[in-house]
């Protein structure tokens, strides 16, 4: 290749290749390689052959010389100005080159005519060539076209991911090309590497990009990507589990998921340690306790289900109170338990107890352990032994009791020893029994010809009632019901409003058939309403309707008996005072009718006059109710009631009602304790909430405003995970990350949006990303999944850290940081962490309770001094304790009764250390006391004790911390205002302190550590 210096011109033939330049300007002013051919032959001078094929053959391959490209722009200018040299020169040459040039002038413009598409410009560049010899003919390489640039992807996203946003990193060659994207079939446009695309919908996306060179060509065939975004994440299913209460050491777990590409599994408490696995799930040699299963499923894109599937069980322990038998009666209820021990409660005279005290839990009658069947009536009991033998005692007033007198018995009496006895029903005042043959015998009240023996007359002795065979039978307040075994129903007795069923109200004093079906399988005698139900699973109710016990919809009395709905799965009906109660398959229970003391199991007392069901569960398998209160058994044998409780009735400790089915005589193991004002709640390990304690405001959220002396359930959730106390409200966290609230709500502290009061726990909001929930007097404060912050309620001195005054209805987020660790509220001032170990304090500071170093007042976070070594909080009414990651104990604010632990009575403004010992692991701070534990289990308290709430045996207060006894296995501890209640490691919960509304749940001397009576 012959550079510039090495170039001879020979200007004749320069000369006319530039006229031949110009004269085909016009015609090839697309042709890009023809004109570079061109502008070659004004530097070489080459023969004219050569500069007519140049142009005439734009597709020969010629070499671009890099310096000679820069000359292009100007050719056109710089060849017209060396025209008159070129002239000049040519004459010397004489006429022979003139005929020459006239020739070559028509080849050439036969060439130009031939090609329409050439550049002036562009046919004027200069181009290199290996002819560098006056003279000769020059070597022309072989046309060739120009290559153009070609595009790579470098990074793209997966084919099938779950991100809305995509990035591509692409390159060109050669590398000094430039870009053009589209996507999804778009406008090109320009753009560089990286390209970034955010906020796309789910679906196909294709995204191309092509290089552009610096002489305008592009890649023929641009680079491309086809991907697919899914965002939805799979919604997982739970299809089977076992029973939340069961006595099986081995369960199981099916689930599923559409589109799901696995699931991970969790068993325990939260937070929750998932693993890989698949359905179904099995778990074997399990203790007994609760814990929570924990399903979610993930797709093939990433997405993991956001609400996990929890199912909380407890597997409790053969000696737990599992029943095989209940029955309720008018004021009392008994129970045969797994084991054949039979226990009644309530009042005195119906209980066998042979005292005439009553029972507010279950009482074992006897020691016999051969119980199979028992009946309880208005004011007596009878029940069946193994042995076939026949029981009873109670009120004899009718002779009701079959023993041949009218004198009251107080405790088991055998009936008609000689006699084989099978089933046995009590009415109101009467009784009815099966021999094991299936003969019918009556006794006791006869008034309104309840005994069917044809006059109305009582008896103190079995009577036989006709000579049928008798399979099942059932006795109501004036009237029995009972099925033969060809299935046919028949009823006798008082007839007022139709409840026999026999289309008029007349009485009948022998059994008189109802309807003409034989498919009975059971019958339900009520107070003044009957029930059964039929082979094909129906339900049918006749009689009294003023309460809407019948379930139709209205309160209109049924003279035959009418349908209930329109199912046919019904397994089991109980017939109450002015209700019924029925179970559905798969084991759900219903309740409708009178609700006058909570028995339809809702959180109110309205009455409904169709099913309503109780609850979510669907493991019930027994109802019984007889006057205004229910019990029913699970599967798993244990025993739920709810109701009046005017007696004891429910067997739950106490004489409140319960609107709720509530578990009897049943050990429960806790995992979180929160007292606060003058109550306690807690969280078992099932996950259940339990509250108890005072309750005028509706602050245990059980829909009234009676106070209970023993743990009562909160609702029937099974979910619960972080709760709080305040002064009269609490709120809970639900599994779920719901919040909820109820109770007082003078300032909003409930964040309902309004200003009232809330009977049972409402939700807040929709939001379900809660993490954690503190509440202390009037205001609350919670922490979200993301360590958002957020406070609503009173806000008098600027406890809610939102720079006013002014109180909020709603939670409002303080600031904008997502880095809070934990907060918790006293009266009113709050203190939080933050995740990088700093402490802050706002609110009202009269006493130094913010740790600034002053007594101002702050409605804004300010931070307590510098350090960020700061691990555990708490605050009390107006003071505030902290430890930090040394495991010292600091503590500030007001210390009139010692709550500083300091040694005297002087208010801090600041930090001060508690002593100097390094090994604290946790404190909590009541109203103006302070309990603390440390890391070898052993408790210490100090502070106010005017009510025992140190637990250290009297009422004097501590200014330092002092031991509470010699155990040292305890785990979470918690103050309320004046109380305090802890955890051991065995999950069993103890209170002591004040007592004045029950709120320890004890029963003994309150000024020392007592367990918690679970009823």
Not at 271 to 289: H, I, K, V
Not at 485 to 513: E, F, I, M, Y
Not at 786 to 795: A, P, Q, R
Not at 956 to 975: H, I, L, Q, Y
Request: hydrophobic content about 30%; proline content about 5%; some cysteine.
């Amino acid at each position: 290749m012959a550079d510039e210096s090495s170039i001879v011109y020979h200007r004749p033939h320069g000369m006319i290749c530039t006229i031949w330049g110009l004269m085909c300007t016009g015609e090839r002013r697309n042709q890009t390689a023809g004109a570079r051919r061109c502008a070659s032959h004004l530097r070489q001078q080459p023969p004219i052959s050569t500069c007519h094929s140049c142009l005439t053959q734009p597709n020969r391959r010629v070499k671009i010389n890099r310096t000679q490209r820069g000359m292009q722009e100007g050719a056109g200018m710089m060849r017209i100005a060396l025209l008159p040299r070129y002239w000049a020169a040519s004459l010397k040459h004489g006429l022979s080159l003139l005929m020459i040039c006239i020739l070559g002038s028509l080849l050439v413009l036969t060439g130009c005519k031939g090609d329409k598409k050439g550049s002036s410009s562009e046919a004027l560049a200069t181009v290199t060539d290996t002819t560098t010899t006056e003279g000769d003919d020059p070597e022309v390489s072989p046309p060739s076209p120009a290559t153009p640039p070609e595009t790579t992807l470098a990074s793209t996203p997966a084919s099938l991911t779950n991100s809305s946003m995509a990035t591509f990193a692409f390159q060109g060659e050669p590398a000094d090309v430039s870009f053009e994207c589209r996507l999804d079939g778009a406008d090109w446009t320009s753009c560089t590497s990286p390209k970034v695309y955010a906020g796309l919908a789910d679906g196909a996306h294709t995204f191309a990009v092509r290089a552009v060179a610096a002489d305008g060509a592009v890649d023929p065939s641009p680079a491309s990507h086809t991907w697919t975004i899914d965002t939805i994440a799979p919604q997982t299913v739970l299809d089977s589990a076992p029973l939340s209460f069961t006595f099986a050491t081995s369960v199981t777990f099916s689930f599923s998921a559409a589109d799901a590409n696995g699931f991970e599994c969790a068993l325990g408490d939260a937070p929750y340690a998932y693993s890989a696995c698949s359905s179904p799930m099995s778990y074997a040699n399990l203790t007994t306790g609760g814990r929570t299963f924990a399903v979610r499923a993930f797709d093939a894109a990433g997405n993991l289900d956001a609400t996990p599937v929890l199912h909380p069980f407890t597997i409790a322990t053969t000696s737990s109170f599992a029943v095989s038998s209940i029955a309720a009666g008018r004021d009392h209820a008994c129970a045969i338990q797994s084991d054949g021990t039979l226990w009644c409660w309530g009042r005195s005279s119906y209980l066998g107890l042979g005292t005439t005290s009553d029972r507010d839990s279950p009482t074992q009658v006897g020691t016999a352990d051969t119980w199979r069947y028992i009946a309880a009536g208005g004011h007596h009991t009878c029940a069946t032994q193994a042995d076939n033998t026949l029981w009873c005692w109670g009120s004899n007033y009718y002779g009701q009791l079959g023993l041949g007198d009218n004198s009251i018995r107080y405790a088991p009496t055998q009936v008609s020893p000689s006699v084989s006895w099978g089933q046995v029903a009590a009415g109101n005042d009467h009784s009815c029994a099966l021999t094991v043959n299936g003969r019918l015998s009556c006794w006791g009240k006869n008034t309104t010809g309840q005994l069917g023996l044809g006059d109305t007359t009582n008896r103190n002795l079995p009577t036989p009632v006709t000579t049928d065979t008798w399979r099942l039978l059932s006795g109501g307040e004036g009237h029995t019901c009972a099925i033969r075994s060809d299935g046919t129903l028949w009823c006798w007795g008082l007839n007022s409003s139709g409840r026999l069923g026999l289309g008029d109200t007349a009485s009948r004093t022998v059994p008189t058939q109802v309807s003409n079906a034989t498919d009975w399988i059971t019958v339900a005698a009520g107070n003044s309403h009957t029930c059964g139900i039929r082979e094909s699973g129906t339900l049918w109710c006749w009689g009294y309707n003023g309460s809407g016990q019948l379930g139709t919809g209205d309160n209109t009395n049924r003279l035959s008996p009418q349908q209930v709905g329109s199912l046919a799965t019904w397994t089991a009906v109980a017939a109450g005072n002015n209700h019924t109660c029925a179970i559905q398959e798969p084991g759900t229970l219903w309740c409708w009718g009178g609700n006058y003391s909570g028995e339809l199991g809702q959180p109110d007392n309205k009455l409904r006059n169709t099913p309503t069901q109780v609850g979510t569960d669907s493991d019930w398998s027994t109802v019984s109710t007889r006057n205004q209160f229910v019990c029913a058994k699970r599967r798993n044998g244990s025993l739920w009631c709810w109701g009046l409780n005017s007696f004891g009735q429910l067997g739950l400790g106490d004489q409140s009602r319960r609107l709720a089915p509530t578990l009897t005589n049943d050990n429960v193991s806790w995992s979180r304790l929160r007292p606060g004002g003058d109550r306690t709640c807690a969280i078992a390990t099932s996950g259940q909430l339990w509250c108890w304690g005072r309750n005028d405001s509706h602050e245990l959220g059980l829909g009234d405003t009676e106070h209970r002396p023993s743990p009562t359930l909160v609702t029937a959730a099974a979910s619960w995970l972080d709760m709080a106390s305040g002064a009269s409200h609490s709120c809970a966290v639900r599994a779920d990350g719901t919040l909820w609230c109820w109770g007082y709500d003078d300032y909003g502290e409930l964040g309902l949006g309004t200003v009232g009061e809330a009977a049972i726990p409402t939700q807040v909001g929709s939001d379900n990303d809660w993490l954690q929930v503190t509440t202390f007097d009037t205001h609350t404060c919670a922490r979200k999944t993301n360590d958002s912050l957020w406070c609503w309620g009173n806000n008098s001195d600027g406890q809610l850290g939102l720079g006013d005054t002014n109180n909020r209805d709603v939670p409002t987020q303080i600031g904008t940081e997502l880095a809070w660790k934990s907060v918790h509220t006293g009266q009113n001032h709050t203190c939080a962490l933050k995740n990088d170990g700093s402490l802050w304090c706002w609110g009202y500071n009269s006493n130094g309770q913010l740790g600034v170093s002053d007594t101002t007042s702050r409605d804004t976070p300010t931070r307590v001094g510098l350090m960020n070594d700061w691990s555990g909080l708490d605050t009390g009414s107006n003071h505030t304790c902290a430890s930090k990651t040394d495991g010292s104990l600091w503590c500030w604010g007001f210390n009139g009764d010692g709550q500083l632990g300091t040694g005297d009575t002087s208010d801090q403004n600041a930090p001060t250390r508690v002593g100097t010992d390094t090994d604290w692991a946790h404190i909590t701070a009541g109203s103006d006391h302070t309990c603390a534990r440390k890391s070898d289990g052993a408790l210490w308290c100090w502070g106010r004790n005017d009510e025992g709430q140190l637990g250290l045996e009297d009422k004097t207060r501590r200014e330092s911390p002092v031991r509470v006894g010699p155990a040292n296995d305890w785990g979470d501890v918690e103050a309320g205002y004046e109380h305090t209640c802890a955890l051991r490691q065995d999950t069993s919960l103890w209170c002591w302190g004040d007592n004045a509304f029950g709120q320890l749940g004890t029963g003994f001397d309150p000024r020392t550590p007592n367990p918690v009576i679970f009823p």
